[in-house]
């Protein structure tokens, strides 16, 4: 009897065992299912968002069309293809003293800038910066320019006699506004819409050039707007002052644009006489460009649909700063709730569009550390997340650097995409190919390292050895500030 008792109660111990070693071995199964789910979502996250030599150079082909439609006539392309009106870019020969006003945000910065003739370059620059009180974005339009120019006013009283103009001579005013206008001459072009906070409906229709001019003049400020400046078209022209080869400007940053010497015979809807320098700078508005070759995934359908335009400005979408850690946490996000990524609970914070901002993206990505120990503090500061294996630290920044590979690698068949419609993609038989300069501009591309060299190493991939080394990308700094008085000097009413 006692014998039986023993073997029931060794029986029940083996069942307990099993029974246990059952939960154990389905816990690692399921976790190692969860595991391989991940793996899933970030596998297709990669295929989705390859970008193969064969495809950028489709997605290049498909903007050269969108150029040249844009260019035909006016709504006749995603990309709006506006003209400048400046047709005379700064030679380095331009002298004297210029001003800047920058407009195109919750601040505005007013600039002085001494220039020095041919070698002379920029001999002093000095600026101001005022924050816009809130109330002024969304009141009167004579309040808003009347604040502006009372500011212009008082930086212009505190100059000392080496300021002085010859008699007779204005001081002369680049005025960058960086928000949509319709141009209509170098210095006048009518609102389109506010956007970055300001609503002024009046405004709206009105010339912005006009409606400055008269608030200088209530403030008794001799001022003359000689150019009415794009932020890029302010790169391109800041770049062109310092270097002669300078064709193109590309600001990759919170947005992103680009802009580039056109022939001024290439522009069907130019109807006026043409340019006696032959040329025109034309506005691309290339964030805005959409094609079927763009590879875009759930998570950028998602976006676009939950965003302010959707439909609208998809290439900015898939390559700007504003944008690319959004599409990070989005992939984060499916993988929290279909693999448990960070454990049985979704983190909330996760949850919350745009908390994952691109910086805190670009550190993740450059963590160089044995452990990861940026990429932990990102996800505990930000998104309250605690304790995580090096093994899954190390799929984020997998994940941070495909969507910024592929961003990375669109922007330059872009890039690509300028350079095709300017003939200088493919190197001329028996000629000396002329060096070519992209000016590139924007927090994205100054700070974010992994995405600049990755841009540059693709364009010498679809360029070519070659080509390649007749193309140059350099860094321009402040063509919003800069560019707009170094265009008020090259459009000067002297000249």
Known sequence: MEKKVVVTVVCVAAVAGAVAAGVVLRKKMNKDGKWGRAMEIVKELEEKCGTPTAKLKQVADAMVVEMHAGLASQGGSKLKMLISYVDNLPTGHESGLYYALDLGGTNFRVLRVHLGGLNGGIVNQEFAEVPIPPELMT????????????????FVAQEGQEHELPPGRKRELGFTFSFPVNQTSIASGTLVRWTKGFSIDELVGQDVVTELSRAMKRQNLEMHVSALVNDTVGTLAGGRYTNKDVAAAVILGTGTNAAYVERAQAIPKWHGALPKSGEMV??????????????????????????????????EKLISGMYLGEIVRRALLKMAEEASFFGETVPSKLKVPFILRTPDMSAMHHDTSSDLKVVASKLKDILEITSTSLK??????????????????????GVVAILRKMGKDVAKEGEVQQKTVIAMDGGLYEHYNEYSKCLENTLTELLGEEVSKTVEVIH????????????????SQYL
């Open 282 to 315: 034309i506005n691309m508005e290339w964030g805005n460009f959409k094609s079927s070759h763009l590879p875009l995934t759930e998570f950028d359908n998602s976006l676009d649909g939950d965003s302010l335009n959707p439909g609208e400005q998809i290439f």
């Open 476 to 491: 321009a700094n402040d063509g919003s500030g800069i560019g707009a008085a170094l265009l008020a000097a090259s459009h």
């Open 139 to 154: 009141g009167a339009a004579d309040a808003l320019f009347d604040y502006i120019a009372a500011e212009l006013a008082k």
């Open 392 to 413: 899954t630290r190390k799929v984020i920044v997998e994940v941070c650097n495909i969507i910024a590979t592929r961003g990375s690698r669109l922007a330059a068949a």
